[in-house]
């Protein structure tokens, strides 16, 4: 599916960051970033003209090419990885900040993806998060129509244990990211830190 949705020459969700993502930048310590579901490369060649050091994981080979195009485009640095979430290594206590926009994983498989999370991460970093709630499935404005791979505060909660919640907030907000994400949007948007 994501092949096929990244395959034209126009960039999907656009080439701007997300908003959030742009607001809060400055909470993400500075050091080695990944950016989990990167997609075309609007998050983390921001990230990275930010003097971030950013390593972006996605499964669409096609999303990672234009991404690398991107990356050229601004004159930055990109670490880029073709992988599934589902089976890809974070490793252990080796990254300062970890970003997730809009990242669609269904439950069963984003529950052990914040495990990895939650270990992958510094003692003081930091997890930057904006996800669609299921509220989101009745409007038409992004986010598809499976509740599944939407999150709530308690759902974030639930699943971030390991980490202390600096901004945690439910809000409808105004999304304007290329052709898929286009008007009023159910969001849940938060900022976690790992401490000892």
Known sequence: MWDERYKSAEYAYGTEPNDFLRAYAHCLPKGKVLSLAEGEGRNAVYLARLGYEITAVDASAVGLEKARKLADLHGV????VH?????FDLGYDCWSGIVSIFCPLP??????LHDKVTAGLENGGVYLVEAYR???VLRDT???????VMQTKDSLIRELKGLN?????????EIIEG?????????VQAIAKKTA
């Open 107 to 112: 439950q069963q498989a984003r529950r052990l």
């Open 134 to 136: 299921p509220d989101q």
């Open 83 to 87: 992988a599934d979430l589902a089976d």
């Open 142 to 148: 992004g986010g598809g129509k499976d509740e599944d």
């Open 179 to 187: 052709q898929y994400h286009t008007g009023t949007g159910s969001v």
């Open 165 to 173: 919640f600096e901004h945690l907030q439910e809000l409808e907000r």
């Open 77 to 80: 640095t990109v670490n880029f």
